[in-house]
T-cell receptor
Framework: GAVVSQHPSWVICKSGTSVKIECRSL??????MFWYRQFPKQSLMLMAT?????????EQGVEKDKFLINHASLTLSTLTVTSAHPEDSSFYIC?????????????FGDGTRLSIL | KNQVEQSPQSLIILEGKNCTLQ??????????LRWYKQDTGRGPVSLTI???SENTKSNGRYTATLDADTKQSSLHITASQLSDSASYIC?????????????WGLGTSLAVNP
């Protein structure tokens, strides 16, 4: 149980393109979803936290107008990287947590590798 | 200085051997400590979650220990398998205000060779 599906797994596109990444919780309702970015040999960096039906909370230094997050249902959150540039190339990972204690684990998707040419 | 430090940075062992990975943290106050396994190019998978009051927790061949007084944790892997090759990440969750987010270590890269 507790499967999180992330799509697409790999994206290569031209600079200036907008890219949408989907994160779905397949067998549980995720009241909270998290978006991370990971550069090679570095730890995961939290970009934003989204709660279903409300605006996402962005971490310091993350541009909310560039990284648009929508959490419209209890099973789906999307991250749109607008007007992507080569420096946005990274591994983007979502995670989801069911309703309950913050001691509950986050369940992670398999990530999206984004390459901007 | 990272609030969660892991050692060693990388480790190579032979299949069937045991190994222990270390995690020291300074996050305070503290809510829970987690160990994740991350295969290359994949998302992390939770191995254990321990709260303040727990000293040890096992998940199959993985056993995590926690000493909240010294702020140290370890992950012991028994009878290693080739599929154990991955990055093992220690994550600590704070317990107050802006410190409630997860603080991620840089991980220990483990290679199990035949």
């Amino acid at each position: 149980g507790a499967v999180v599906s992330q799509h697409p797994s790999w994206v290569i596109c031209k600079s200036g393109t907008s890219v949408k990444i989907e994160c779905r919780s397949l067998d549980f309702q995720a009241t909270t979803m998290f978006w991370y970015r990971q550069f090679p040999k570095q730890s995961l960096m939290l970009m934003a936290t989204s709660n279903e039906g409300s605006k996402a909370t962005y971490e310091q230094g993350v541009e909310k107008d560039k990284f648009l997050i929508n959490h419209a249902s209890l099973t789906l959150s999307t991250l749109t990287v607008t007007s992507a540039h080569p420096e946005d190339s990274s591994f983007y990972i979502c995670s989801a947590r069911a309703y309950g204690s913050s001691n509950q684990p986050q369940h992670f998707g398999d990530g999206t590798r984004l390459s901007i040419l | 200085k990272n609030q969660v430090e892991q050692s060693p940075q990388s480790l190579i062992i032979l299949e069937g051997k045991n190994c222990t990975l270390q995690c020291n943290y300074t996050v305070s106050p503290f809510s829970n400590l987690r160990w994740y396994k991350q295969d290359t190019g994949r998302g992390p998978v939770s191995l254990t979650i321990m709260t303040f009051s727990e000293n040890t927790k096992s998940n199959g061949r993985y056993t995590a220990t926690l000493d909240a007084d010294t702020k140290q944790s370890s992950l012991h892997i028994t009878a290693s398998q080739l599929s154990d090759s991955a990055s093992y990440i220690c994550v600590v969750r704070g317990d107050a205000g802006n410190n409630r987010k997860l603080i991620w270590g840089l991980g220990t890269s483990l290679a199990v060779n035949p």
